[in-house]
Nanobody
Framework: QVQLVESGGGLVQAGDSLRLSCAASELTFDYMGWFRQAPGRETLFVAGIKWSGDTIYYADSVKGRFTISTDNATNTVYLQMNTLKPEDTAVYYC???????????????WGQGTQVTVSS
């Protein structure tokens, strides 16, 4: 079972930037995704990418502001978040699986999550 460890969350002000990291113990699955869950809301897909760096998709709510990338040398996936808004406040989860399973919201493995809070 691949282990995923997120880091990089925190408390920032609207308009600031943050970079989340997700370190994978192994490259068992070829697709990686970021999801988020706001308080009292369902878990939503944010962005996804293949370890090869292609097949990149973003939720409409983050297009143009968030960038997902990979570093195969360190088995790390990043989520660069710019121009953060209060509505981006959520627990952000890293996930791994096949393309279909990640896009369907049922990845094979989840990280423990990292809190991002954006104040207005």
């Amino acid at each position: 079972q691949v282990q995923l460890v997120e880091s990089g969350g925190g408390l920032v002000q609207a308009g600031d930037s943050l970079r989340l990291s997700c370190a994978a113990s192994e490259l068992t699955f070829d697709y990686m995704g970021w999801f988020r869950q706001a308080p009292g809301r369902e878990t939503l897909f944010v962005a996804g990418i293949k370890w090869s760096g292609d097949t990149i998709y973003y939720a409409d709510s983050v297009k143009g502001r968030f960038t997902i990338s990979t570093d195969n040398a360190t088995n790390t996936v990043y989520l660069q978040m710019n121009t953060l808004k209060p509505e981006d406040t959520a627990v952000y989860y890293c996930a791994a699986g096949s393309v279909g399973r990640v896009w369907a919201g049922v990845p094979d493995s989840w990280g423990q999550g990292t809190q991002v809070t954006v104040s207005s």
